[in-house]
């Protein structure tokens, strides 16, 4: 499905229609002020696998109120990796591709009127589909990003970026978020150009948080048998108490015409009182793509921990073991990072 | 020794507008000789009546904690709004008081009532960038400094008192001081 067949489907200009409304609707609402201040965030990160691969990056955030009401966030990346062979090692959410290269920069508004809430991002944000934040996949305790969120699996990526406009509607416990824009991917595995969309349904309750998300996408452009449209519908799920955090998403789709992927992830953190500076990590995996003689089948598991050294200084140490698979082969690997980080 | 070393200088200058109750206190808080923005200053008065105050707030906005240091009186309940579109999961485990707020969205509030005296060290879960102080003070006399270090101290009656004085990363001082006209309190970390 090309550009035009997709506008002709209707969602991506109800969607757009939609945001427009907002846009102009919380735009133009009262403006409380705030003093906080810009914060400013340098994280430099450097790391090695016994895969091998080694890796450094760099990442450089401003964010903080601008005027009438509006936040702001931009944020810029550098990221290198040495290894013999392709390896995901480290790459949880940026592009390692030696180059600078902006991240997220948006601004945005959230309005809380009674029970209901109501906001709009724009301009380059993560892809709002599943557990889509900087927060939730980078740097985290776990040094790859899931099966499902790595573009060489035929998946989706942490690396989604999208230039264009996200709105928010709904009450805090029941929102809906929606998206349109344009890809902006910067690693290898980036989607092709176009027009693409996102829906996310979320509800809270209690401690526990259920999601089910829904994007019409582009197919990467790394191939040319890469045609028709990408696809997924997915489910994710968190619990967090007393300093243990359960979480889980789930896709079923496609990342081009004729094939099907689908898989998921479990994964645990558990930081008690008694455990010091010292957060344990676990999480299983799987992911099932189904392309006739490419197809491939991996499986992982990770156990790790994420210890902070220092006000500054954190290091994340992973045991990763993924059993062979007759296409992509096996792996057991070490890995060590260290982060340091800067906030003004 | 050290206590000594550390006691701080009391200097002329200035107690302003005579409260109902007592006066309002002015003071600097300096370390190294600049100012010490973040810096929690208390005057004891375990006997003082208990009135209801101000309803503190400690917001979560653009993933940090605003503001980053906050001191309230014993039995104070405090709000922590989430007011980014991200989840965050607000913790105590340190000391002070301990609590776990678990994961809530964007747009709704929790609250924590703090019941001692203590440092609470505040952490988000989900985000470990985020960090703030709660100091837990059995007065109502206290304040907070400012970019530059002033603070001001309400209604505090005449007399000679003990104060305490504490910020981030730093060892908590204590010392006398005498309310006068025309007096400030000048706390100074080495």
Not at chain 1, 257 to 272: E, I, K, P
Request: glycine fraction near 10%; proline fraction near 7%.
């Amino acid at each position: 499905m090309d550009r035009r067949e997709l506008e002709k489907s209707g969602s991506p200009v109800a969607v757009r229609t939609a945001a427009a409304l907002l846009f102009f609707a919380v735009a133009l609402a009262p403006v409380r002020s705030y003093g906080q201040t810009p914060t400013t965030e340098l994280d430099v990160t450097v790391g090695n696998s016994t895969e091998p691969a080694r890796a450094a990056a760099v990442q450089l955030r401003v964010f903080g109120n601008a005027i009438a009401g509006w936040q702001y966030y931009a944020e810029a990346s550098w990221a290198q990796q040495w290894a013999p062979r392709e390896s995901d090692a480290f790459g949880s959410g940026y592009p390692y591709d030696k180059r600078v290269r902006p991240a997220e920069m948006y601004v945005e508004r959230t309005l809380l009127k009674g029970r209901y809430l109501a906001g709009v991002r724009a301009g380059q944000f993560r892809t709002p589909f599943g557990l889509y934040s900087r927060s939730d996949q980078t740097y985290n305790g776990f040094t790859r990003a899931p099966l499902i969120r790595y573009g060489s699996y035929w998946a989706l990526s942490s690396n989604f970026l999208e230039d264009g406009v996200s709105v928010v509607v709904g009450t805090p416990r029941l929102v809906v978020e929606a998206s349109a824009g344009i890809p902006q991917d910067h690693d290898q595995y980036r989607r092709r150009t176009g027009i693409d969309s996102t829906i996310r349904v979320q509800a809270a309750v209690g401690d526990i948080v259920v999601a089910a998300s829904h994007i019409h996408t582009q197919p990467p452009a790394i191939r040319r048998f890469a045609a028709g449209s990408a696809v997924f519908t997915g489910i994710d799920a968190r619990w967090m108490r007393g300093g243990v955090q359960l979480r889980g998403e789930w896709i079923d789709g496609q990342a081009f015409g004729g094939t099907r992927t689908f898989g998921g992830y479990v994964d645990a953190s558990v930081h008690r009182p008694a455990m010091g500076p010292v957060t344990a990590i676990l999480r299983a995996e799987r992911l099932d793509y189904e392309a006739g003689r490419f197809s491939s089948y991996p499986r992982r598991y990770v156990a790790g921990a994420r210890v902070r050294l220092s006000s500054v200084a954190v290091t994340q140490i992973n045991l990763v073991h993924q059993p062979t698979d007759v296409r992509l082969g096996g792996l057991s690997a070490v890995e060590f990072g260290l982060t340091i980080s800067l906030r003004r | 020794m050290r206590r000594a070393f550390l006691v701080p200088l009391v200097v002329l200058c200035g107690v302003s507008t005579p409260h109902a109750r007592g006066a309002d206190v002015h003071g600097i808080a300096l370390v190294g000789g600049k100012p010490a923005p973040n810096a929690v200053v208390w005057v004891e008065a375990p006997n003082a009546p208990k009135e209801p105050g101000p309803r503190p707030v400690l917001d979560q906005r653009n993933l940090d904690f605003f503001p980053r240091v906050l001191v309230v009186r014993v039995g104070t309940a405090v709000a922590f709004p989430n007011h980014d579109r991200v989840f965050h999961n607000v913790f105590s485990f340190h000391d002070g008081k301990q609590f776990d707020l678990g994961v809530y969205p964007t747009g709704t509030v929790k609250h924590v009532t703090f019941d001692k005296p203590g440092l609470s060290r505040l952490f988000c879960n989900i985000h470990p960038q985020m960090s703030a102080y709660i100091m837990t003070v059995d007065t109502p006399y206290f304040a907070v400094s400012d970019a530059n270090g002033s603070f001001t101290i309400a209604g505090l009656r005449p007399g000679t008192h003990t104060y305490r004085a504490w910020r981030p990363g730093a060892v908590e001082i204590t010392g006398s001081w005498t309310v006068e006209s025309s007096r400030s309190l000048e706390v100074r970390w080495p």
